[in-house]
């Protein structure tokens, strides 16, 4: 289950990463997030991830994502469904373009002895 809580005091958390916590005695314990999680069959692990969100609020963006926003007011709803990544880029070709600009996906592979090997590999689509 994954629960949100907003706020909007964006200078508590200038810092552009993911924080990930874990519960301990109903406080939170920050984890690493290069840490080994293992989770046991059957079993299931609880964290917190502290992340940030920055809106646009360009003209550009406003009006294409106005009519998803309007059927989300109209319906009460919390969540912008916007069909697949095809039907976006269809739709919306120039923000698609902007949005994924540079997109790669980062591996580090590491060993017993703490070495690390970190290849980036660009996104295509």
Not at 47 to 60: A, C, G, I, M, N
Not at 83 to 103: A, R, S, V
Not at 115 to 123: G, L
Request: hydrophobic share 30%; charged share 30%.
């Amino acid at each position: 289950m994954i629960n949100y809580h907003y706020s909007d005091s964006i200078s508590k958390w200038r810092n552009l990463g993911i924080e990930l916590y874990k519960t301990n005695n109903q406080k939170l314990k920050r984890v690493s997030n290069n840490q080994r999680k293992t989770i046991p069959p059957k079993g299931s692990l609880e964290y917190v991830y502290y992340t940030r969100h920055f809106l646009d609020s360009s003209k550009l963006i406003q009006q294409q994502f106005k009519p998803y926003i309007n059927r989300m007011l109209l319906e009460n709803k919390d969540t912008l469904h916007i069909g697949t990544l095809n039907q976006f880029k269809k739709h919306h070709k120039e923000l698609f373009e902007e949005l994924t600009k540079n997109d790669s996906i980062s591996i580090r592979i590491s060993d017993d002895k703490k070495s690390v090997n970190r290849k980036i590999f660009p996104v295509e689509y």
